[in-house]
């Protein structure tokens, strides 16, 4: 299985509610990621979990709360948005062999195109 | 600090056409260099990789040289068909599980 999934494919939401994006693989990566894409522009990390530990916060405001529950499992929890937020949120994954000096590919998900209203 | 720059588009080619992405980075230590390709409303694949110096990644005909001496990576393919039009990202990753993006380039075959 060389596949990320990310669940729902489209997400409408207000600025009041709270709702939740799912990532999975089942590649034995030890790393994850999440990222926003605008339209025609290139993704921007947001978080980096590696062994199930958040290793990168690229500044993103508390809105967003990433979880990650196991190896496999990467979620990321969504309260109170602005309509800026709206985009696609790209889910990827990866190796983690940095002690090895290895600088592995990441795997993208479909990702989850996001309206806030 | 680590950056990538690639050639601004669109590049419109007409099919069996040569094709030619520049990229270029800028980096401390000792990157892996990428090509991801987005087709419209996807998520990236991966398209080719370089991990280090002179290596040349290739895949499905495009073929991309690591090369330290010019810090570049440009993408080449031979003949482009149609079903090749989509967004083309250049990008570095470190050894701290980052990549950074170049800005991507969209790519238009015409028949």
């Known amino acids: 299985d060389t596949e990320v999934t990310q669940t729902p494919k489209h997400l409408v939401m207000g600025m009041t509610n709270k709702k939740s994006l799912k990532c999975e693989q089942h590649?034995?990566?030890?790393?994850m990621y999440w990222y926003k894409q605008k339209a025609k522009k290139p993704p921007e990390l947001m978080f980096v979990y590696s062994y199930e530990k958040l290793s990168i916060n690229e500044s993103v405001p508390s809105r967003f709360s990433p979880e990650c529950p196991n190896s496999s499992l990467l979620n990321l929890h969504l309260h109170a948005l602005q309509p800026e937020d709206s985009a696609l949120y790209l889910c990827?994954?990866?190796?983690?062999?940095?002690?090895?000096?290895?600088?592995?590919?990441?795997?993208f998900g479909p990702g989850t195109r996001l309206t806030v209203l | 600090g680590n950056s990538v720059t690639q050639m601004e588009g669109p590049v419109t080619l007409s099919e069996e056409a040569f094709l030619t992405i520049n990229c270029t980075y800028t980096a401390t230590g000792y990157p892996s260099l990428f090509w991801y390709v987005q087709y419209p409303g996807e998520g990236l694949q991966l398209l080719l990789k370089?991990?280090?110096?002179?290596d040349k990644g290739s895949n499905k005909g495009f073929e991309a040289t690591y090369r330290k001496e010019t810090t570049s990576f440009h993408l080449e393919k031979g003949s482009v068909q149609v079903s090749d039009s989509a967004v083309y990202f250049c990008?570095?990753?470190?050894?701290?599980?980052?990549?950074?993006f170049g800005s991507g380039t969209k790519l238009n075959v015409k028949p």
């Open positions: 990827a994954s990866s190796q983690d062999d940095r002690a090895g000096g290895g600088y592995n590919e990441q795997f």
């Open positions: 990008a570095l990753g470190d050894n701290f599980n980052k990549f950074y």
């Open positions: 590649m034995g990566h030890r790393a």
């Open positions: 370089a991990t280090k110096a002179d």
